[in-house]
């Protein structure tokens, strides 16, 4: 099993982040809404750097091509600071591509070749404007799948169909956004219905409702990985209450399944004026897990050890 990131594959994660967005290009997800805009390099060099400093290792960027993913930035951006840094296939909200794009027209087939051929030979750029035809050779480690409210009874599930064949076909882990426990539970049973295995699949966002740990604990049982991304997003919820859930998680033993990461916009990180920053984590939230008796070597395990079995590729 090895990790791939954009500079090669790694055996392991050092502390890692397991969900952000160093960049996004300007284009269609900006206009509707401009946070989701990233895309000068001084400014994420500087944040990635802060981070670095503060004791980071590794970042799990989750934006995926078509949408704005910047391809060669990141790259270089690796390459100038030794970040370890993991990029995505595959596909996120459709609302986040123009109602024109490519990525709306293609069979589950013709996506999936493109996921594999971005996990195997490399990533391809420009695919915010046209269809996929030149890449580098810096491989995607991972498949970044969305689900819309309006698709849940869609009965046309050809991106998830695609995800799910590269999945099988790579042994790369997928990376579920939703927003709702239902959405969660939905993807899951779909994915496992496909064959993929539960601990090839990371649920992010389940944390930005904290009244159901009853579907939290539904969830880490059948073996998947809970992504809590919402810290310090106080739009839905305080640090506090997050401390206390998370150290539920734990106490009931699925300190095994969680991974952490702060879902970055522009208006959360400080180079670009925004309000915590990458080092949120290390300097704010992780001095409360201590708080609350979290050890370290649990600590460990959420920004390490589970993140490197997460974005571990399995042989298919």
Known sequence: ???????????????????EHLFIAPGHPGTLNPALTIDNYDLTKQEVEHFLAAGGKAIVDAQPLGCGRMEKEQVRLAQETGLQLILPTGFHKLSFYPDHHWIKQESAQQLAAIFIHELKNGMYIGTDQHYPDTYIEAKAGFIKVAID????DDPDKRWFEAAA?????????IMCHIESSRQAWYLYQFFKEHGVESNRIIICHLDRSLDEPDQHIRMAQEGVFLEYDTI????YHND???????TMMIRAGFGDHILLGLDTTRERLKSYQGSIGLTYLIESFLPGLRSKGVTEQELDALMTTNPTRAFSIQTP
């Open 165 to 173: 064949i590269a999945a099988k076909a790579t042994g790369c882990s």
């Open 149 to 152: 409210q309006a698709r849940m």
């Open 1 to 19: 099993m090895a990790i791939q990131t954009v500079l090669g594959p790694i055996e392991k994660l050092d502390f890692c982040h397991s969900h």
């Open 232 to 235: 310090g997003r106080f739009k």
């Open 240 to 246: 506090e209450n997050e401390l206390v859930h998370i």
